[in-house]
């Protein structure tokens, strides 16, 4: 069974990817091609995965005892392009 900590772990994996593609792909296309489809392909479920991932932060703080600078940096990497992967190294991999 996943535990919490997996479950974030999978949701920042997935967010940090949809905002690469997002940024590097889909934007691009977008202004250069004229192509909007792309974004409003991964648009969505970015969104999504961007409000589930600060919900879980919330939530896997009081578990993991971040501090408040802490918690700070885990939610400032989710608007930062991969700050999510840097979140997943530095704090979640070596919680147990």
Do not use: C
Request: overall charge positive.
């Amino acid at each position: 069974m996943l535990s919490f900590l997996n479950i974030f772990r999978i949701v920042a994996l997935l967010e940090g990817v949809s905002y690469l593609l997002l940024l590097f792909i889909a934007t691009p296309v977008k202004y250069l091609l004229h192509e909007p489809k792309y974004v409003k392909l991964l648009g969505m479920p970015h969104g999504l995965l961007f409000i589930g991932y600060i919900i879980l932060a919330f939530m896997l703080k009081s578990e993991t005892n971040w501090t408040k600078s802490q918690l700070y940096s885990v939610l400032l990497a989710s608007i930062i392009p991969l700050g999510t992967f840097y979140v997943d190294r530095k704090y979640l991999k070596t919680i147990k």
